[in-house]
C-alpha cells in the first residue's frame, strides 16, 4: 500500500531505475548520524551551555584562589562546550597571565574580540599581556581602545600611561630604564660577567677610581673630576650607557623583572 500511494503521489513506478539513488535508505541514516556526533554539544544540547557557565563560575573561584592552573582548565572546558561566549576567552586570557604565558593570553583576548568587538575588558586584558612581552605600540592601542569603550576606567588609564612611558624610554637613544633593585642586578650572572668585563676598559678603571677615591677621601680627595654629586651622578651614568651599549638583552630582561611586580590589574574581577 506504502508503494502505491508513493507511485500515484509522484507519478512513478518501478521501473524508473533512472531515479534510484546510489545509497540505500540505511547508509544514508548511519552517515548523518556520525556527521551529528562531530558537532559541538553546545550547539545541539542546551544543558551544555548551562554546564559551561557552571564551568566559567569554577575558574573564577580558583582565580580568586589564586590557583590559576586549575582556573585555565575550568575555562577551556567552557569553551569546549560553548565556544562562542567572549567571556570564557577572556577569563582564560587573564589566568594565562598569571602564568606568564603572554602570547597565549593574547590570542585568547583576540577570540574574544572577534566574537564581541565592544568587549573592553578583552582589550584591556590584551594590553597587559602585550606590555608583558614588550609590545608597547601595540599595548598603546589595545588601552586605546579599551578606554574608548570604557572611558572612567582607572586601571587602563594607569596602564594607558605606563605603556606609554615604557614606548617613550625605548624609542629615546639615551634611555636606559635601570629603574630595578641592585640586589637583582649583583645576583645576576649575565651582569656579573659584563661588569669583568667593563672593568677592562681603562675609561672605566678611571671613573671607579675617582669614585673611590672621593668615598674614602672625602671632596676634598676626589680623583678624575668626582669632586661634587653632579659628577658623580654622571660617572653613574657614563657606566650606565656602557652596560646598555654591551648587553642589551639584559637590560630588557631586568625590565621585565620590574615590570611583573608593578603592573597594575591583579586585583581585577573576573566576569
Given at each position: 500500500v506504502a508503494i502505491q500511494c508513493l507511485e500515484t503521489v509522484f507519478k512513478i513506478t518501478l521501473e524508473d531505475t533512472h531515479?534510484?539513488?546510489?545509497q540505500?535508505?540505511?547508509?544514508?541514516?548511519?552517515n548523518s548520524i556520525?556527521?551529528?556526533?562531530?558537532?559541538?554539544?553546545?550547539?545541539s544540547l542546551p544543558e551544555g551551555v548551562v554546564k559551561a557557565d557552571q564551568l566559567k563560575d569554577e575558574g573564577?573561584?580558583?582565580m580568586k584562589e589564586e590557583n590559576y592552573g586549575a582556573a585555565v582548565d575550568c575555562y577551556t572546558r567552557a569553551i569546549e562546550l560553548d565556544p562562542n561566549n567572549a567571556v570564557y576567552y577572556c577569563n582564560r586570557?587573564?589566568?594565562q597571565s598569571k602564568l606568564n604565558n603572554?602570547?597565549?593570553?593574547?590570542?585568547?583576548?583576540e577570540s574574544a574580540i572577534a566574537i564581541d568587538p565592544k568587549y573592553s575588558k578583552a582589550?584591556?586584558?590584551?594590553?597587559?599581556?602585550?606590555?608583558?612581552?614588550n609590545k608597547y605600540e601595540e599595548a598603546v592601542t589595545s588601552y586605546q581602545k579599551a578606554l574608548d569603550l570604557d572611558p572612567e576606567n582607572d586601571s587602563y588609564k594607569s596602564n594607558l600611561k605606563m605603556a606609554e612611558q615604557k614606548l617613550r624610554d625605548v624609542s629615546s637613544p639615551t634611555g636606559t630604564g635601570l629603574s630595578f633593585d641592585m640586589a637583582s642586578l649583583i645576583n645576576?650572572?649575565?651582569f656579573i660577567s659584563m661588569a669583568a668585563s667593563l672593568m677592562q676598559n681603562p675609561q672605566i678603571q678611571q671613573l671607579m677610581s675617582g669614585m673611590m677615591s672621593n668615598a674614602i677621601g672625602g671632596p676634598a680627595a676626589g680623583v678624575g673630576g668626582l669632586s661634587d654629586l653632579s659628577s658623580l651622578i654622571h660617572a653613574g651614568q657614563q657606566f650606565a650607557q656602557q652596560i646598555q651599549q654591551q648587553n642589551p638583552e639584559l637590560i630588557e630582561q631586568l625590565r621585565n623583572h620590574i615590570r611583573s611586580r608593578y603592573l597594575s590589574g591583579s586585583t581585577e574581577e573576573h566576569s
Open positions: 531515479l534510484a539513488s546510489s540505500h535508505l540505511i547508509e544514508m541514516f548511519t556520525q556527521k551529528n556526533d562531530m558537532l559541538p554539544l553546545s550547539r573564577n573561584n580558583h586570557a587573564a589566568a603572554f602570547r597565549e593570553a593574547i590570542k585568547d583576548c582589550y584591556g586584558r590584551m594590553g597587559l599581556a602585550l606590555t608583558s612581552v645576576n650572572p649575565a
